[in-house]
């Protein structure tokens, strides 16, 4: 029994001392709350704040970085477009070049066109003399024959 009583006595401070302690950390659960959370959400924004900074800079740099290597490659493509555009002004003289080896050749064949018309007149002229000797020998032919037939006849 004495140690019932005995353990019965020391439950009651036991349980007390067990709230207190309670209340101190409820205390602290709510300074927490009110204080540490606040100071730890800021502490969050701030450093996630900072990184989106940090991003943007970044991504600024990179902006910047392209926007100079898109500058340099249209410097090089405008070289080459002004390069080639003042080179072709150049090319007169290969078209000129090609237009008079094109004229030659045309005159060459307008040249051996009046020959063979020259050659062509001839020939028809030859032709028109042998028709015309084929045509006398034909009619002195037939004359002889119509000779011989009234001769005959006769």
Do not use: C, W
């Not at 401070?13 to 009110?34: F, G, H, K, S, Y």
């Not at 005159?107 to 028809?124: C, H, M, P, S």
């Amino acid at each position: 029994m004495h140690i019932a009583f005995t353990d019965a006595l020391t439950a009651i401070p036991q349980i007390r001392v067990n709230q207190e302690a309670a209340r101190i950390e409820a205390r602290n659960i709510m300074d927490t709350v009110l204080f540490d959370l606040p100071r730890l959400k800021s502490a969050i924004i701030r450093v996630a704040s900072l990184n989106q900074i940090i991003n943007a800079s970044k991504a600024n740099e990179a902006r910047r970085e392209l926007a100079r290597q898109i500058g340099s490659i249209g410097a090089e493509a405008l070289d080459e477009a002004y390069t080639r555009a003042k080179q072709s002004q150049g090319n007169g003289m290969e078209d000129v070049a090609v237009l008079a080896a094109t004229a030659d050749k045309l005159l060459e064949t307008i040249a051996k066109g009046v020959q063979i018309d020259e050659e062509n007149r001839q020939k028809r002229q030859m032709a028109e003399r042998q028709l015309g000797d084929i045509k006398g020998k034909l009619l002195e032919g037939l004359r002889a024959n119509a000779r011989d037939v009234a001769n005959r006849s006769v």
